[in-house]
């Protein structure tokens, strides 16, 4: 028997379950979210393995990691190119994205939130001027003053592509 001390296994069947209750993943629209979700139960199988690869199904700890990677680039392309559908961006349109995230000129989104509930959206770097967020330049201080107390928060970034 195999121990699971981060407990993957559990981490991917409550989110497969969590999947079968809501049809599809937050944050992302339903096409994508069925193209990530039959993607992963295809990887779980042991499909769409590269040739180089061994043959079979992956880990749980694989699994989670494709799970993961592929929202959040799922998120990052539809932000970026508008699109609610992926499959509808081009060759270049891709390789462009992937360029601009390899050399740091891609924006991240950061939120900060009070008592659970998204108080705003920051973007760093990136994005253009139209973005409906507030955007701070990629080495600052921001301080927002809560409308009903008189506390600040104080966010730092030393490196525009990483989170705050």
Not at 126 to 153: A, D, H, R, W
Request: glycine content about 4%; charged content about 25%; overall charge positive.
């Amino acid at each position: 028997m195999k121990i699971d001390p981060y407990k993957n296994k559990e981490k991917y069947q409550n989110w497969k379950e969590k999947i079968d209750e809501k049809g599809c993943i937050e944050g992302i629209s339903k096409e994508n979210s069925e193209l990530i979700t039959k993607y992963v139960f295809d990887m779980e199988l042991g499909m769409n393995v590269s040739t180089k690869s061994s043959k079979g199904s992956r880990s749980y700890i694989r699994l989670n990691t494709l799970r993961q990677r592929m929202i959040f680039i799922t998120k990052k392309l539809e932000v970026c190119y508008q699109t609610k559908d992926i499959t509808n961006l081009t060759e270049d349109q891709i390789v462009t994205f992937f360029a601009k995230m390899r050399s740091g000129l891609l924006g991240f989104f950061t939120s900060i939130k009070i008592r659970g509930i998204p108080f705003i959206r920051i973007v760093i770097s990136g994005l253009n001027s139209s973005s409906p967020f507030l955007q701070v330049s990629s080495v600052t201080t921001l301080k927002v003053l809560l409308s009903k107390s008189s506390k600040s928060i104080s966010l730092q970034s030393k490196s525009p592509n990483r989170l705050l």
